[in-house]
């Protein structure tokens, strides 16, 4: 037994030295990643019955997201907002929202997302993007007065 000891001893610190050295840190999995910022990228004002582009440019950290989920956007003029969805319903997803009037965005590289439409009649609108990304999720809007 004794002969056994003295190859497996040194054999043993060896292996703890090279796990040792090969450790890498990693994100522990209760950290969260970096938010998804979202940068609405479209005119105050537009003139009716012309199309014009709705973008968004989506990143987090420095880089850019070009791989998010669902990305959509939801139009409506100020005066007659959409109800929000009851609390037990929760929030809608996709198919919901796309039932709802909202449009796929395309993505066109560098974290820019689009979407073309016409606004018919002149008035104040509401621009919501609907963005998923992995589990975030986030909506900003913007105003686009049409003329």
């Known amino acids: 037994m004794k002969g056994h000891a003295r190859w497996f001893a040194p054999l043993f610190i060896l292996l703890l030295i090279v796990t040792g050295c090969s450790y890498t840190e990693q994100t522990s999995p209760d950290e969260m990643p970096e938010m998804i910022r979202v940068k609405m990228m479209m005119p105050d004002k537009v003139k009716a019955n012309e199309e014009v582009a709705l973008q968004i440019k ?3 950290g420095e880089k850019p997201v070009d ?3 669902h990305v959509q ?3 409506w003029n100020e005066q007659n ?3 929000a969805p009851s609390i037990e319903q929760g929030m809608m997803n ?3 929202l796309e039932a709802r009037g909202a449009m796929k965005a395309n993505s066109i590289g560098d974290g820019v ?3 073309k439409h016409t606004f018919l009649e002149p008035g104040k609108y509401v621009v919501q993007a609907h963005v998923t990304s992995g589990a975030m999720h986030t909506m900003p809007r913007s105003k686009i007065v049409v003329e």
């Open 58 to 60: 989506l990143t987090q």
């Open 67 to 69: 791989d998010a989920d």
């Open 73 to 75: 956007f939801q139009i």
């Open 81 to 83: 907002e959409p109800e």
């Open 94 to 96: 996709a198919d919901e």
């Open 113 to 115: 997302y689009e979407v």
